[in-house]
């Protein structure tokens, strides 16, 4: 499986497109833009289909949620790998 592959369709997620858009915005294809960076924006429809069927042909996660869950998931995320962050600070402050 290749790996780039495998990051980009399993950790960020993707965003439905709003189809009452004219010009969807980069946050609609966040991982084909991270797999094809120079592919034109109106291009990236076209390879999300091919991408999401080949995760779905090799078994890797292609996650998409809405606006509000990404901002949720992604600040969940946040806090739980800064976590020991703050433990090592409260700890550091009382000495």
Do not use: K
């Not at 997620?13 to 034109?40: C, K």
């Not at 969940?76 to 790998?81: A, G, Y």
């Amino acid at each position: 499986m290749p790996e780039r592959l495998s990051d980009n369709a399993s950790g960020p997620s993707r965003t439905p497109v709003n189809s009452r858009r004219a010009h969807p915005w980069p946050g609609d294809y966040q991982i084909e833009h991270h797999l094809f960076p120079s592919m034109p924006t109106p291009n990236l429809l076209h390879a999300q289909v091919i991408v999401r069927d080949y995760c779905a042909e090799i078994g890797v996660p292609y996650h998409e949620t809405g606006l509000l869950s990404s901002y949720r998931e992604a600040l969940n995320h946040l806090h739980h790998v800064g976590a020991p962050l703050r433990t090592t600070g409260t700890q550091q402050n009382a000495r």
